[in-house]
Nanobody, 123 residues
Framework: QVQLVESGGGLVQTGDSLRLSCAAS????????MGWFRQAPGKEREFVAA????????YYAESVKGRFTISRDNAKNTVYLQMNSLKPEDTAVYYC????????????????WGQGTQVTVSS
């Protein structure tokens, strides 16, 4: 069984930066995509970013493009989300997820999910 553990969330001000980490442990599967999603209070969970584990192609939601960067460290089985120029509307619980099959990265049918980490951006 694979476990994903996120870290790096916190309370920051508008314009600040944060880097989220997601470490995979246990019986890691053959990863196709690693993704970040977020869920704000009263809203549905939404796609933020994804990375193709082999090759490193990256994909972003329009709302974060140019501000967020997803990356991975294959040796550490870790994926990162560098978040710059944070805005109050980025406030949410951020979830890391892993997918072992070539379904669209945008779809939320990921195999494994982390517990989430809170990001709060004050104005």
């Amino acid at each position: 069984q694979v476990q994903l553990v996120e870290s790096g969330g916190g309370l920051v001000q508008t314009g600040d930066s944060l880097r989220l980490s997601c470490a995979a442990s246990g019986r890691t599967f053959s990863t196709y995509y690693m993704g970040w999603f977020r869920q704000a209070p009263g809203k549905e969970r939404e796609f933020v970013a994804a990375i193709r584990w082999s090759g490193g192609s990256t994909y972003y939601a329009e709302s974060v493009k140019g501000r967020f960067t997803i990356s991975r460290d294959n040796a550490k089985n870790t994926v990162y989300l560098q978040m710059n120029s944070l805005k109050p509307e980025d406030t949410a619980v951020y979830y890391c997820a892993g997918k072992s099959f070539p379904s669209n990265y945008y779809y939320q049918n990921y195999n494994t999910w982390g517990q989430g980490t809170q990001v709060t951006v004050s104005s």
